[in-house]
């Protein structure tokens, strides 16, 4: 399938349902043969409910396969006499004399691509190869961004910035995911992504800038600590606002496709976004406007201090895109090899096809919500403990290094001794750095200053001047 | 005639900013003849601006297939096609952060609301994602994009489809909001707000769609612009200032041929622009009259009558021989039925009243309803 056509409404009412958007199948891209494997596990899943229920009915879970597969793939032996079909406004749908409701959910949860274990241990060559120089390189930016998680943290707490945003836990979902994208792909980003950045090239020193609002913060100290933004980077300003990114990326995605640019968007989500009108809309029309965006949710299992479980009662994130029409796939949120890729099929398959992605990210959220949660008031420490250390995503990544014979102990001395230091004199710098001119109160409310703006800034200038005393002493102007 | 004093401009009472008579006159004398209803000129603008930028699309819901729900998108998903006449999914707040996220990317969406009434399920993205992008992102993030529809009361749709918008949209900043009324308004400022860098909210009025209004040679031009921040004073006075916008403009140079009648020079100001307000042709024009009577079909909290009174009374207090006066919508939700409807929003009668009672004329104490 190529880019957009114009086809007439009729035409695509009449194609949509011969696409299969019913059932998880994955069209066989080039260059993203290792898939096939997981294709195959995975409608063998399908294909196993559906034989199996024909045989074990209960009052409401009553699972026929015909739900599963498009109608030119139906092969269940029911129907002697040959279904009635009728071409219902969205396509041919078969009529059926058994009174079936959809269950809420699968029997098991959709199951979940993971490549490493725990111990850094293959369990299958089912996944892109990357080069022992990336691996290296992703391995650093995850030791990085944990780095400078764990010392901005402790900043805050010293009282040195007002606020902090940590993704402890989700170091794979940062790096691994950014390093399967191109520059020329646009990142939507919620606010615990900024491994994302950092793999782009936003540097330390930049990220403590924006922490301590200075003259030298590429955002001009309008935003709070970590709503990073770099239009350079191609990394799109984060803003508070929950899941208000999700509908963007596709509007994004519309313009690249309208370009024919050969690149496609990607927009981060929690588990507590997909619950926004927002998230539902952009999936929605991202299908409909086939848009070329890659849905990337980290269900990190905590919404602030909302368990998924009152979050939401679907099985996760990864069956709602099959309600949208969308492609979609469960990984290990903890396993960068995984995300990568995962990441990096998406990519293409949003690009060649013209379509959305979704990935469902499993993780878990090993830092507080932000510099103003505590949570082990509403989680144990334990369980905080054991995701920290069991499940941890950059030790695991490393023992796989070891394991392939591209990193030592001593390269892990010497690494985390270098970002320790980057890290502490990036901050030391920052904090002595002057604070913005007051000339930036005004600028950028509009294109250009209007005139309004321009008397208020001449009136303030002249009451700093009139009184010096009332104003901080490094207050420039 | 009256005896209205006049005050005597006292040395050094003007401001820095001067008072500079910025010419608002009029471009077309009408010497063609030629007249264009609104919907018509809405129409043209878009066209020729999506003609002339192969970036610039349109969405929102019907204004494809059904040529528009008020039918001002008509032929446009014939000349353009589906990838620029975009019919949407029902879900403003969706669109609208879609539209938002392309402007983000270098497109120039033009967002149609059914009314604007329906903006509000879309209001987080026009003001959080919109508004405050350029100044949130330094300047990294620039946000094109137009959003507009009918906006205020039309006849009869009640409570849910008849509230004015231009009051809340015009506090924020990093928005600019503009109010056409008659159709060289509405092809010279929907222009504008297409090629300006920001974000506009264009408020159209639906029962203004249908009206048609002479409109010059120059206006029919396609590099034709009006800029962004200027009233126009529709007719010139010398008795008392009304300030006016959208339909209200219409009912105002009513209101002044009543009153001229009667021996009361009214100066019609029709804002053209919510934010930015021109402060100085209203304040120019109140120094000159010394009375102000501001009309809005809104409600009267914080309205946009507010807002110029408290300017004149900042700029020109020493200028106001009379309190302003303010009509407005009444402060209820909007009724259905049409002689409530009609007591609800502000009749020519209630500004003719207005501006006597500014004159300290006398007006007669039983009206009919």
Known sequence: MGFYLSKSRTVMHNLKPKLGSLGVMFHQSSGIASFSHHQESQSGLIKNLGAGSCNRPTLFTIWRSEHFKAEKQLDCKQNSGGPQVLNFPGGNVKFTSELDFLPEGLEERVHCYRILDENGQLTSSNFVQISDELAVRMY???????????????????????????????????IASAAALQLDDPVFPQYRESGVLLWRGFTLQEFANQCFGNKNDNCKGRQMPAHYGSVKHNYFTVASTVATQVPHAVGAAYSLKMDRINACSITYFGDGGTSTGDFHAALNFAAVMEAPVIFFCRNNGWAIST??????????????????GVHSIRVDGNDALAIYSAVRAARQMA???????????????????????????????????WWRVAQCPVSRFRKWLEKEGWWNSDAETELRASLRKQVLRAIQVAEQVEKPPVADIFTDVYDAPPSNLHEQETTLLETIEKHPKEYPPNFSC | MSAILRKIIAPGGIPAWGIRVIASRTYSSSAGGKEMTVRDALNSALDEEMSADPSVLLMGEEVGEYQGAYKVSKGLLDKYGPKRVIDTPITEAGFTGMAVGAAYHGLRPVVEFMTFNFSMQAIDHIINS???????????????????????????????????????????????????????DARGLLKAAIRDPDPVVFLENELLYGESFPISAEALDSSFCLPIGKAKIEREGKDVTIVAFSKMVGYALQAAEILAKEGVSAEVINLRSIRPLDRATINTSVRKTNRLVTVEEGFPQHGVGAEICASIVEESFEYLDAPVERITGADVPMPYAANLERMAVPQVEDIVRAAKRTCYRSVPVAVNA
Request: proline residues 4%.
């Open chain 1, 351 to 385: 690009i060649t096809e013209q379509r959305p992605v979704l990935i469902e990210a499993l993780t878990y959220r090993g830092g507080h919500h932000t510099t103003s949660d505590d949570s082990t008031r509403y989680r144990s420490a334990e369980e905080i403990e």
């Open chain 1, 307 to 324: 368990p998924v479980g009152d979050q939401f009662r679907s099985d996760g994130i990864v069956v709602r895109g099959q309600a949208y």
């Open chain 2, 130 to 184: 919109a508004a405050k992008s350029n100044y949130m992102s330094s300047g990294q993030i620039s946000v094109p994009i137009v959003f507009r529809g009918p906006n205020g009361a039309a006849a009869g749709v009640g409570a849910q489809h008849s509230q004015c918008y231009a009051a809340w949209y015009a506090s924020c900043p990093g928005l600019k909001v503009l109010v056409p009324y008659n159709s060289e």
């Open chain 1, 140 to 174: 650093t930016y995850m030791a990085m961004l944990q780095t400078m998680d764990t010392i901005f943290y402790e900043a805050q707490r010293q009282g040195r910035i007002s606020f902090y945003v940590t993704a402890i836990g989700e170091e794979a979902i940062n």
